[in-house]
């Protein structure tokens, strides 16, 4: 029996289809021994499930046998094929297709060459190889030297070792459209804090414990805590800011909050708590 083509039951469907598509694509057939047209299609899926060495997974599943998931899944005649990719169903099809139309669907499924390298980059650098990372990309670039996730990526994890210039420079070779995306933004707002946030913490919080008014001195303490990721005390200075003068260069305090927020996320609970706390001290 090929292990790329598995029969699959109610009790193992979570497992092998929903678990399994987080690490390759499952391809599902619902069939039954009396469908005619799935006689045809059946066989050709395990062909090419030999075929892709692993590259999908196909499971089968006899839909009289498992009417539940069968219903489950909206299957509504057989034989019916879907796809799920990091546990959600993608795509699917009904009938017997031509080998062509079977392939072009399972090519539809399947990571490119390019995408191939990000993803390995992506492992790598949560490996905390950040080298072997930026080496996939830069493979990858020569394949799609137009993919501009390639070069967000590589700016992010430049970013990540401290190399701010490099990564402005390849932030900044980056689209208007793509600058807009929230990624990017988020990439935005750690480039400015990195490149803001100079100076002498013990200086700042000498000048600060002296002058507590002293809103230059605070304005950089805040910058350079968020660039060294401590945004909860990078917070703590700049809420203190807007209470002591809400006004002060324009609502500059705010908006630098506000680019935080950008840099962490909306769903984050530091952000939630200090959206809360801002404003609370603008009412």
């Known amino acids: 029996m090929s292990p790329y083509s598995v029969d699959v039951e109610a009790d193992d469907f979570q497992q092998v289809v929903i678990e399994g598509s987080r690490e390759v694509p499952v391809v599902v057939d619902f069939w039954a021994p009396w469908c005619g047209p799935c006689r045809v299609l059946k066989p050709l899926l395990e062909k090419l499930a030999?075929?892709?060495q692993g590259k999908f997974i196909l499971a089968k599943v006899d839909s009289d046998r498992n009417q539940e998931i069968a219903?489950?899944?909206g299957v509504r005649g057989i034989p019916?094929?879907?796809?799920?990719?990091?546990?959600?169903?993608?795509?699917?099809?009904?009938?017997?297709l031509p080998e062509s139309g079977v392939r072009a669907f399972l090519e539809r499924l399947l990571p490119s060459p390019v995408d191939t390298l990000r993803i390995a980059a992506g492992r790598a650098r949560d490996q905390g190889d950040s080298?072997?990372?930026?080496?996939?990309?830069?493979?990858?670039?020569?394949?799609?030297?137009?993919?501009e996730d390639l070069r967000l990526d590589a700016a992010d994890i430049l970013l990540e070792q401290g190399q701010v210039?490099?990564?402005?420079?390849?932030?900044?070779?980056?689209?208007?459209?793509?600058?807009?995306?929230?990624?990017?933004?988020?990439?935005?707002?750690?480039?400015?804090?990195?490149?803001?946030g100079g100076g002498d913490e013990t200086g700042l919080r000498a000048t600060i414990e002296a002058r507590p008014d002293d809103m230059d001195s605070r304005l950089q303490l805040a910058k350079l805590l968020?660039?060294?990721?401590?945004?909860?005390?990078?917070?703590?200075?700049?809420?203190?800011?807007?209470?002591?003068?809400?006004?002060?260069?324009?609502?500059?305090?705010?908006?630098?909050?506000?680019?935080?927020?950008?840099?962490?996320?909306?769903?984050?609970?530091?952000?939630?708590?200090?959206?809360?706390?801002?404003?609370?001290?603008?009412?």
């Open 50 to 52: 030999e075929e892709y």
């Open 71 to 73: 219903a489950q899944f």
């Open 80 to 96: 019916s094929v879907k796809a799920f990719i990091d546990g959600e169903q993608v795509d699917e099809f009904s009938g017997a």
């Open 131 to 147: 080298a072997q990372a930026l080496q996939l990309l830069a493979q990858a670039s020569e394949l799609d030297g137009r993919n």
């Open 165 to 196: 210039e490099e990564a402005r420079h390849l932030f900044d070779s980056l689209s208007p459209a793509m600058r807009m995306e929230a990624r990017a933004q988020q990439v935005a707002a750690r480039l400015d804090f990195a490149q803001a």
């Open 226 to 283: 968020i660039a060294s990721d401590r945004q909860r005390e990078g917070l703590a200075q700049l809420l203190e800011m807007v209470l002591l003068d809400r006004a002060w260069q324009e609502g500059l305090a705010r908006k630098t909050m506000l680019a935080v927020f950008t840099l962490r996320g909306s769903q984050d609970p530091l952000v939630t708590e200090y959206r809360r706390r801002l404003a609370s001290a603008l009412n």
